[in-house]
């Protein structure tokens, strides 16, 4: 199993961002798919989960209604809509199978907030 995030950069507080994760070596279809994130200093978070079954998306409290999960299942690929980004915001980002760091693999994304 790989993951191989990108996205990740420079923006200013309050804008955007989106992030992609390409899979392989399995079926995404098939599993749950997460980003978790691990800023310096701070507790490592799971931050949004997608369901295989139904589609839906659970997202923690710290980003729920400025970030948006979707994935590309024919493309083994998930995404992360990022807006209204805030300081607290950065950090390495992963995507992970299971939803859990168990399931992150690779280097991650680095997204730095900042004016």
């Known amino acids: 199993v790989q993951l191989q995030a990108s996205g990740g950069g420079l923006v200013q507080p309050g804008g955007s961002l989106r992030l992609s994760c390409v899979g392989s070596?399995?079926?995404?279809?098939?599993?749950?798919m997460g980003w978790l994130r691990q800023a310096p200093g701070k507790e490592r978070e799971v931050i949004s989960c997608?369901?295989?079954?139904?589609?839906?998306?659970n997202y923690a409290d710290s980003v729920k209604g400025r970030f948006t999960m979707s994935r590309d299942n024919a493309k083994s690929t998930v995404y992360l809509h990022m807006n209204s980004l805030k300081p607290e915001d950065e950090a390495l980002y992963y995507c992970?199978?299971?939803?859990?760091?168990?399931?992150?693999r690779g280097q991650g994304t680095l997204v730095t907030v900042s004016s």
């Open positions: 992970a199978i299971h939803c859990n760091w168990n399931g992150a």
């Open positions: 070596g399995f079926d995404m279809e098939y599993y749950d």
């Open positions: 997608n369901s295989k079954n139904d589609g839906m998306t």
